[in-house]
Structure formats: C-alpha cells, structure tokens
C-alpha cells in the first residue's frame, strides 16, 4: 500500500513548520513518503528547501471559504486558507494518507495509523464531539473531493475553516465508529499540557504528535541565539522542553541550509 504524510503550507513561515515537521517523521523512522502542497505564495528558494526533504511538492490553487463573516468571528482571517486542505484528497498516486498540519512536530514513530480508515481523527478539545483536522487519516480520491467542494459550495463551513467544513461532511464521527477516534496522544494539543497537568504527567511519555495549536507558533517564539534556548513569552510549563525539541531540529537541520533572506523568518 503506498501512503504518504501530507501537509499544507501557504508562506515561508508555515513552510519552515513543515520542514521542522517533516525531519521529525524521518527522525522517528516512518517508512512512508512525505508530500506538501504549496500555494504561489511560497518562494522559490524554499521551493527548494521543501524538495530536499519531502519526496512530492504539489502547487495548488488556494480556495477560499468566501465566508468572511465567520471568520471574522474567529479573528483568525487566515484560516480561509485551510480551505487549500481539500486538495489533498486530490494525490491519487497514493492510497492512503495522514493529513498532518505544519504546525504539528512526531515525537514517536505514528506508521501504524496507516492501518487506520477514513476519516480517522482526534476529538478537538474545545468541543470533543467534533474531531480535530490538524491530523486525519484519508484516502485520496477525485470522486471525494469533488463531493467535498460542492458540499463546501452548498453548506459552507461553520467555523469558517476546514475543519467545521469536515466536521460537517463527516458528520457521523462522532458516534458511528469508535476505531475512527484517534487516541489523543496522536493530537494532543499544546494547551493541554498546563490546563491538565495531572493528566500529563501520567500520560506525557505517550504523545506521539503535538499540535502547537493557535497562534503561539514555535516559529514565532523568542529563541536565544546565543544559549541556543526557546524562551516563550508566557509560561507553558512543560510544554517549554517539546518547543526546545522543535528549535533544535530547526537549528541543527534547517537553518544551516537557508539562504540569508529566509533566516529573519523565525523567531526574534
Ligand atoms: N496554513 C498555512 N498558511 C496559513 C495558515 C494555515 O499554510 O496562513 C496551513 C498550515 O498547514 C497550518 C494549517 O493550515 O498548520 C492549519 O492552520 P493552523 O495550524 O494555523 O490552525 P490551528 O491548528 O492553530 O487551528
Ligand atoms: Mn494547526
């Protein structure tokens, strides 16, 4: 069966995510590919970064969720861009693909979730009958993509982005088929790691992904060039040692290999 990691990145910055992202798959020894798919906005000197390290560097189109209104609600006007999402359904060349977001890093070999079926998923935190889309098991097809659009077309997307848009479309995940409920420690969100410590302490050792979710980015994080340190800007707690794996991936892998334009991006 031919899988493949997918991510998404629309800029230089979410680009330098997916980098951090993708070194962490092969760091953990997965066996399958890793595909990216790009909009015009990511320069070419990144193009080239990216294809040095993923095997498929796809350019598609940005779609826009038209829905202004909703995302103005969600102060987070870029997520119209997550519409860009669909298009993975579009690399048939693969059977089956985990959707990751560019701002998720692997800690723990995940090749086992290829044994799972769409749409396989992770409860969303802030309301667990829906399933988080920054990591989801699919199987690429035209047939469903297509449906997704028009489905996008005719019903919009409650939250203004993917993920109310596949909360929708799937909309039996949350009660049909528990063997399609990701265990968390495969989305384990980072504001889970102060807002239930008891249960971090118990359970940390298990995360295999981390999902660095809202807009404190890693990439957008203080890092002290001279101790080679992280230093976030509010207290995370424990998260700060999983933000300091990030950061030197990116330094020992990545920013020796960017050309001095890119070097500003991340960080301060
Ligand atoms: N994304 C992107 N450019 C953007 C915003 C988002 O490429 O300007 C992609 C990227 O893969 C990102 C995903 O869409 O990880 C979802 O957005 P984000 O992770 O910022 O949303 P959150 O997980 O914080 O809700
Ligand atoms: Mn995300």
Redo the contacts with the bound molecule.
């Keep these: 069966m031919k899988g493949a990691w997918v991510?998404?990145?629309?800029?230089d910055s979410?680009s330098l995510?997916?980098l951090v992202l993708a070194h962490s798959l092969k760091q953990v020894g997965t066996t399958r590919e890793l595909a990216i798919l790009i909009t015009p906005g990511v320069t070419n000197s990144m193009r080239t970064r990216l294809s040095q390290v993923f095997n498929l560097v796809q350019e598609v189109n940005v779609l826009d969720s038209r829905d202004q209104a909703n995302l103005r609600l969600l102060q987070?006007p870029?997520?119209g861009?997550?519409f860009?999402?669909l298009h993975c359904w579009r690399l048939t060349q693969y059977e089956k693909c985990v959707f990751l977001?560019?701002?998720?890093l692997v800690l723990q070999n995940c090749d086992e979730l290829f044994d799972r079926e769409e749409l396989s998923a992770a409860p969303d935190v802030g309301w667990p009958d829906c399933f988080n889309s920054?990591v989801f098991v699919y199987r690429p097809s035209g047939e469903t993509y297509d449906k997704l659009i028009q489905f996008a077309l005719d019903k919009g997307s409650f939250d203004g982005?993917?993920?109310g848009l596949l909360n929708l479309y799937f909309s039996d995940w949350a009660h049909k088929d528990i063997s399609k409920h990701l265990p968390f420690i495969y989305n384990v969100c980072s504001t889970a790691f102060y807002s239930y410590l008891p249960a971090f302490k118990q359970f940390g050792k298990d995360v295999k992904i981390i999902?660095?979710?809202?807009?404190a980015?890693p990439w957008l994080q203080y890092f002290d060039t001279e101790t080679q340190k992280v230093r976030p800007s509010s207290d995370v707690g424990h998260l700060a040692v999983i933000l300091q794996r990030w950061w030197d991936i990116f330094c020992s892998l990545i920013h020796p290999n960017l050309s001095p334009d890119m070097s500003g991006l991340a960080g301060a």
């Design positions: 991510t998404l990145a629309t800029n979410y995510g997916a987070r870029e997520l861009i997550t860009t999402k977001d560019a701002d998720t920054g982005g993917d993920q999902h660095f979710i809202g807009s980015k």
